[in-house]
């Protein structure tokens, strides 16, 4: 049996000859070049696998991609904000179940007469307070943020470590703890910190969705 192909004309036999070639440099660009980008990745991240907070079971995790091709600069600054927001969270937590399990200070709270424990709790609370209210905690944090609690980032001389608000003058023993006693501290309290962002975010998810909780209640 014979076969017999179609004659292509010179124009269109190098018009599939260039589509050929650029097709495998194509292949060839995508074959080498993501496994350069993965490696310098994974070498950048790997400078970070040591830091206080990466430990079993989890180890490294990074979902978001923010420490990809980071400096330690940028890590610095996210660690600095994660410690702050799992401190703030941490208070919030446990002002929210101590509140709800009817713990507050005695007195008033303003010069008209109302007391701490006639407030409701919780997102009704924040809506409760006055807005002279509001503006008193904005500038009293701005005051912590400005003034107190600085570090590095701000302009005060650099801790012993990130998150070292003390500025030399706040100490509780932390002084006489030795090295590892210091770490262990310090990933716990990261740790909590992280538990604690969940918790408090749980607990207004919940109050929105009116749900009982075991042990707090209706929110």
């Not at 600054?77 to 919030?92: F, I, P, S």
Request: hydrophobic residues 45%.
């Amino acid at each position: 049996m014979l076969v017999t192909f179609p004659r292509l004309s010179p124009f269109s036999f190098q018009l599939k000859m260039k589509l050929v070639i650029a097709s495998l440099l194509a292949g060839s660009a995508a074959a080498f070049s993501p496994v350069a980008s993965r490696q310098a990745s994974s070498s950048a991240l790997a400078a970070f696998e040591s830091e206080l907070g990466v430990q079993p079971p989890i180890g490294f995790f990074d979902p978001l991609g923010l420490l990809e091709n980071a400096t330690q600069e940028r890590f610095n600054r996210l660690r600095t904000t994660e410690l702050k927001h799992g401190r703030v969270c941490m208070l919030a937590f446990l002002g929210n179940i101590a509140t709800r399990a009817g713990l507050h200070l005695n007195g008033n709270i303003d010069s008209a007469g109302d007391s701490f424990d006639s407030y409701p709790n919780g997102w009704a609370g924040l809506a409760a307070i006055p807005k002279e209210g509001l503006y008193q905690i904005i500038a009293f944090v701005g005051i912590l943020e400005i003034a107190v609690m600085k570090d590095e980032a701000n302009g005060a001389a650099p801790g012993e470590f990130i998150g070292d608000y003390r500025n030399g003058g706040i100490d509780f023993g932390w002084d006489t703890f030795s090295d590892e006693e210091k770490f262990s501290k310090r990933a716990i309290e990261l740790n909590n910190g992280r538990a604690a962002m969940m918790g408090i975010l749980g607990l207004m998810i919940h109050e929105q969705l009116g749900t009982n909780l075991p042990i707090i209640g209706q929110l």
